[in-house]
């Protein structure tokens, strides 16, 4: 048996490992080129490799393709491979064919990656052996080859689930859905939200499923199907007989509340670690599979008050002249620039967005944006969706393709006790080499001038 992996990155050289050490023929290809490192894995581990090249006749005789989440079914490789039937699955969906472990497998448009690493961190906290993999972390597939966790927390985009199909997680944790990556799903609102979906899709009555009941593409979803893992919702809307309800967990505006049998964990949301609703409804989500798995409620609450979210997420970069710099370069699709802006009552905002545009629709925030925004701040080689769109609903409007002039600006529109907030809203690849880049360069930026 053949297997051929398409993209060496840390998933596709964690997946090239995993099935040399099971014994199969393995040929990796990239059409760029690989990072030194994993270049070098592969000639110690002795697995022949290409860069920025893909050769048909090494990959179309291949017994099974794991492809990187980052190649899209459009290229002609891919075509191919389908064109002979040879099967395309994800690094996600052969590594979990070789581990005993269980899973907690955690999605959504926006929130994935906080949820992510504050149940690892709380599982961890709590004393369970458990690893940390997916769309944040290390390889999967290269963790399973020791397999030494008894639970993995595993964060999936819709990319990595696209190509799984016998995955089957414990708990799935769907946070919510929002259009995004639809360049991906020819433009279709309901592929992408099916995308989302294949979370459950191997899931049984023994299962768990922690979902935000409050979003309508999931809400509809959840009307045309047969849903078989137990359902524990998540909402910012209960209804008065709902409230001390068994299984039910929600935010008010003063108050979380999550439940899970016997166990009920309640949190002011001023002694949040993490602020805004959006993490609100992160954390819950988070506590709910706390409390399935067992965690003592005083170890879950222990183990949050330490918790520290993962940079470029409304990450506080530093203070110039009174003046507060936010870091929430993640924010690559316009709901999570709702959220982000959610996040502040008081200050006047100065809000740098801007990059490649993904399609977005920006009357989601227009209120919003209205209400808070003093300054606008384009970031990016073509802004001119933005600048058109929120021309005369926001007293400024600047361009700049720089962070350094950004900063600049920030500094001198800005008046003490304003916060500029860099929350893009698209993604970064026109003047960055990634939304990390990107918020890397605005802290470094923030912090040589501080």
Not at 165 to 189: A, C, E, G, Q, V
Not at 337 to 362: C, H, M, R, T
Not at 370 to 380: D, E, F
Request: net charge negative; hydrophobic share 40%; with cysteine.
């Amino acid at each position: 048996m053949k297997i051929v992996v398409l993209g060496g990155g840390e998933s596709g050289v964690g997946a090239a490992l995993l099935a040399k050490a099971k014994g199969f023929e393995v040929f990796l290809s990239d059409k760029g080129k690989l990072q030194e490192s994993y270049r070098q894995t592969l000639r110690d581990n002795a697995i022949p490799f290409e860069e920025e090249t893909h050769t048909e006749d090494l990959i179309l005789d291949a017994t099974e393709v794991i492809k990187s989440p980052g190649i899209p079914d459009k290229v002609d490789i891919i075509k191919k491979l389908k064109a002979l039937h040879i099967p395309i699955i994800s690094e996600i969906e052969f590594a979990s064919r070789y581990t005993k472990a269980k899973l907690v497998a955690i999605t959504g448009s926006n929130g994935k990656t906080t949820t992510t690493l504050l149940t690892y961190h709380l599982f961890k906290e709590a004393g369970l052996n458990v690893g940390l993999a997916g769309n944040v972390g290390h390889s999967f597939a290269e963790l399973v080859i020791e397999d030494k966790f008894d639970w993995y927390v595993l964060e999936m985009s819709s990319f990595q689930l696209d190509n799984s199909y016998t995955f089957r997680p414990y708990i799935s944790i769907l946070t919510n859905i929002t259009p995004d990556h639809l360049d991906r799903y020819d433009y279709k609102f309901e592929n992408y939200i099916d995308s989302k979906f294949r979370i459950i899709q191997s899931q049984t009555p023994e299962d768990y499923f922690i979902y935000y009941r409050d979003s309508p593409p999931i809400k509809e979803k959840l009307e045309t199907i047969e849903l078989k893992p137990l359902a524990l919702p998540i909402t910012t809307s209960p209804e008065g007989s709902e409230l001390g309800t068994t299984n039910l967990s929600y935010v008010t505006d003063s108050l979380l509340r999550t439940s899970y049998k016997t166990s009920e964990i309640q949190i002011a949301i001023k002694d949040l670690p993490l602020k805004g609703v959006h993490n609100a409804l992160n954390i819950s989500c988070a506590l709910v599979a706390c409390q399935i798995v067992g965690i003592h409620d005083t170890a879950i609450l222990a183990g949050l008050q330490t918790f520290r979210n993962a940079p470029h997420r409304l990450e506080k970069v530093g203070e110039i002249n009174g003046v507060t710099f936010i870091n929430d370069s993640k924010a690559t699709n316009v709901d999570s620039v709702f959220y982000a802006l959610g996040s502040f009552d008081q200050e006047p905002l100065i809000w740098i967005a801007g990059g490649v545009d993904k399609g977005n629709d920006y009357t989601q925030i227009e209120e919003l944006v209205k209400q808070k925004v003093k300054a606008l701040i384009c970031l990016g080689k073509d802004n001119s969706k933005l600048k058109a769109f929120f021309k005369g609903k926001i007293p400024a409007i600047y361009e700049s393709q720089s962070i350094e002039d950004v900063i600049t600006l920030g500094t001198e529109i800005g008046r003490p006790g304003d916060v500029v907030l860099l929350s893009p809203a698209c993604a970064s690849f026109d003047l960055f080499r990634n939304y990390e880049d990107r918020g890397d360069q605005f802290r470094k930026a923030v912090v040589s001038r501080e």
